[in-house]
Nanobody
């Protein structure tokens, strides 16, 4: 079993930055693909970014490309999401997810989820 705990959310003004962290425990996730998803009120949970187990390959939703950066530190069993140039439409609960093997962009392919951290961007 893998437990994931997100942190780093909060309230920020448009144009600002936040860095989310996802700490894994219970099992090393060095061989797991990791991803961030987000869910705004009344909307489906959607893909934000993913990183391969090695950290070499990264993937982003078009809406965050160029503004967000996903990275991982396998020695620390932690994944990060650096969010810059935040917009009000980025407001959502952000979830960390893990799956063995290759990265994926659909939530149904991920086996483990954190509880989420709220990000609110004011205009």
């Amino acid at each position: 079993q893998v437990q994931l705990v997100e942190s780093g959310g909060g309230l920020v003004q448009a144009g600002g930055s936040l860095r989310l962290s996802c700490a894994a425990s219970g099992r090393t996730v060095s061989m797991y693909a990791m991803a961030w998803f987000r869910q705004a009120p009344g909307k489906e949970r959607g893909f934000v970014a993913a990183v391969s187990w090695s950290g070499v390959n990264t993937y982003y939703a078009d809406s965050v490309k160029g503004r967000f950066t996903i990275s991982r530190d396998n020695a620390e069993n932690t994944v990060y999401l650096q969010m810059n140039s935040l917009k009000p439409e980025d407001t959502a609960v952000y979830y960390c997810a893990a799956r063995r093997g290759r990265t994926a962009a659909t939530k149904d392919e991920y086996d483990y989820w954190g509880q989420g951290t709220q990000v609110t961007v004011s205009s």
